[in-house]
């Protein structure tokens, strides 16, 4: 079983920039693909990114956060990463962090879940 914790949220104006953490338990982190979604309020939760688990590293962003976002993990850490730069208003939600076997697109394929942390990004 992995627990998450995720932090790095905050008030950020609009072109901002901020750098989520989430902090997985366990000795096996390496051996779990991660994933970023996020959750506005009266919407439902949207993938944002995801990262492999081993070997080849591949990675997967949303349309609307190519460019902008980029995850990244630190296995000797067992955390991942997700930098976010040029936030626009629309960026504010809660985010997530996930873990699951794949590197998905569907919060169906992750096992385990973070309590999440918030973004605010102001005008």
């Known amino acids: 079983q992995v627990q998450l914790v995720e932090s790095g949220g905050g008030l950020v104006q609009a072109g901002g920039s901020l750098r989520l953490s989430c902090a997985a338990s366990?000795?096996?982190?390496?051996?779990?693909?991660m994933g970023w979604f996020r959750q506005a309020p009266g919407k439902e939760r949207e993938f944002v990114a995801a990262?492999?688990?081993?070997?080849?590293?591949?990675?997967r962003y949303a349309n609307p956060m190519k460019g902008r976002f980029t995850v990244s993990r630190d296995n000797a850490k067992n955390t991942v990463y997700l930098q976010m730069n040029n936030l626009k208003p629309e960026d504010t939600a809660d985010y997530y962090c996930?873990?699951?076997?794949?590197?998905?697109?569907?919060?169906?394929?992750?096992?385990?879940w973070g309590q999440g942390t918030q973004v605010t990004v102001s005008p």
């Open positions: 366990g000795r096996t982190f390496s051996s779990y693909a």
């Open positions: 990262i492999s688990r081993g070997g080849v590293t591949r990675y």
């Open positions: 996930a873990a699951g076997s794949a590197a998905a697109g569907s919060a169906g394929e992750y096992d385990y």
